[in-house]
């Protein structure tokens, strides 16, 4: 029985396909090879840790606390934790009675300083001058007197006719006059001058500067005494109740101002240089808007965590601490121990 023949071309077709195939079968392990070299390459690149550019952190914020230098009860407290506060705003005010009455001692003993000091400005009144204008011309008479008196023993005595005791005596008496003419008319000038001596106008002029100092150191013991709020921000604290003693120097209330707000994150070492002071960051908050801020302080100490020794594989634990201030307009709505997200602007 004869063999039927197999046409020529259906061998060259079958040729072309297992030929197709093995093609195939050499460029998926051709592909597969260089996606297992990209994947190396991939885990040797991780095993760098390149700096990210986003990092974990926290709100801190700066507080004012409010205290006043002395001790009293507290009488009044103006204000409630949380509530916000304007600069000049009262917060607290402590007892104030001796305060006030140290304050109106010293009122009293400027004005007695300044009505010594306006005596001794003005001249004497005028029945005293009046009454000195006549003392003077009571001395003068009697100088005239014994003017003539002296003239006539002299007289005498180049006559033969009075001794040198009688002489002596005349004389004696006209220095006398003379000299209570002198002390009257010096007693009159002195009476008559308007500023008094030179040495008490001036003890009264440091009397008036002393009694005016005493004066504002008791008015500024008086206002330490009601604190106000020195910057606007928001109550965070207070810490007595009215009625309770205050001592002296210890705080009644905290403020933080918007402006003390700011952002606490660490970040390796290989990311310091793109975190230098002034550099534009984002921070974010969950459930709040991303809020622009700046770097403000960059730590010169290192720290690690956990603590391990300097070594080349564990070089990406080393951490610097980094700080960012927003704008105090967009840090109101920030609160001191909420987790933030920081990544570059």
């Known amino acids: 029985m004869p063999v039927a023949a197999v046409p020529s071309h259906g061998c060259e077709m ?13 460029c ?14 991939a885990l040797l690149a ?20 409010l205290a006043s230098p002395y001790a009293g009860q507290l009488q009044k407290l103006h204000v409630r934790r949380g509530e916000p506060v304007r600069a000049g705003d009262p917060v607290f005010v402590l007892e104030q009675e001796s305060e006030r009455a140290a304050r109106l001692e010293a009122e009293e003993r400027l004005k007695v300083a300044q009505a010594r000091l306006t005596n001794l400005m003005q001249a004497r009144r005028t029945p005293e001058i009046e009454a000195q204008r006549a003392e003077l011309r009571l001395a003068q008479a009697a100088l005239d007197l014994s003017s003539r008196q002296l003239a006539q023993q002299e007289q005498l005595f180049k006559a033969g006719f009075a001794s040198q005791a009688r002489i002596d005596e005349a004389r004696s008496v006209h220095a006398r006059d003379a000299a209570r003419v002198a002390a009257a008319g010096s007693q009159l000038a002195n009476l008559e001058q308007p500023l008094g001596r030179e040495a008490e106008r001036k003890a009264a002029l440091g009397e008036v500067a ?21 910057v606007t921000g928001l109550v965070q604290d207070t810490f007595f109740t009215e009625g309770e003693w205050v001592p002296a120097g210890r705080p009644v209330a905290s403020l933080l101002p918007p402006g003390n707000v700011r952002a606490r994150f660490y970040v390796p070492a290989s990311a310091l240089a793109a975190l230098p002071p002034g550099r534009d960051v984002v921070v974010q908050c969950e459930g709040c808007p991303a809020i622009a801020a700046k770097v403000s302080f960059v730590s010169s100490q290192a720290e690690y965590t956990p603590p391990v020794l300097y070594s080349k ?7 610097f601490l980094v700080e960012a201030r927003p704008a105090p307009a967009a840090a109101t709505g920030l609160r001191p121990g909420q987790p933030l997200d920081v990544r570059l602007k």
């Open 14 to 26: 079958d040729r072309r396909a297992l030929n197709t195939a093995r093609r195939a079968g050499s």
């Open 28 to 41: 998926a392990r051709t592909l597969a090879s260089r996606c297992l070299v990209l994947a190396a390459v």
């Open 46 to 65: 991780a095993c760098d840790d390149p700096p990210r550019t986003a990092w974990q952190g926290y709100v801190e914020g700066e507080f004012v606390l």
């Open 210 to 230: 002393a009694a005016r100092a005493a004066l504002d150191q008791a008015a500024w013991r008086l206002a330490q005494k009601s604190v106000a709020a020195p």
């Open 313 to 319: 594989d564990s070089r990406h634990k080393l951490m």
